[in-house]
């Protein structure tokens, strides 16, 4: 059973940092792209950032400059380093993965729980 396991949420604030961490646990063949999302409340999910297997990022245009998402393939583990925080990016955080369970199955996407951002003064 493949599982995503977050940490490093909190609360900070505002021109602090924060470091979340995801990691992949069980049996699979492969891990494909890694991201992060957001979801405030009454607001829909939203994409955050995403990492390919070979270091291609991409950014939601309202936290290019402050985040920065990374991974250790070794680790099967995916990063968000995020600083400068602002109010608005407090959300519930969330870590996803796009899995190959086997060689015979297609990829499928992964979700992790959810860690709690807040940023407050």
């Known amino acids: 059973q493949v599982q995503l396991v977050e940490s490093g949420g909190g609360l900070v604030q505002p021109g602090g940092s924060l470091r979340l961490s995801c990691a992949a646990s069980?049996?699979?063949?492969?891990?494909?792209?890694m991201g992060w999302y957001r979801q405030a409340p009454g607001n829909q999910r939203a994409l955050v950032a995403t990492?390919?297997?070979?270091?291609?990022?991409n950014y939601a245009d309202s936290v290019k400059g402050r985040f920065i998402i990374s991974r250790d393939n070794a680790k099967n583990t995916v990063y968000l380093q995020m600083n400068s925080l602002k109010p608005e990016d407090t959300a519930v955080y969330y870590c996803?993965?796009?899995?190959?369970?086997?060689?015979?199955?297609?990829?499928?996407?992964?979700w992790g729980q959810g860690t709690q951002v807040t940023v407050s003064s």
């Open positions: 990492i390919t297997t070979s270091d291609g990022t």
């Open positions: 069980g049996s699979f063949f492969g891990i494909n792209v």
């Open positions: 996803t993965a796009r899995i190959r369970p086997s060689m015979t199955l297609r990829d499928s996407d992964y």
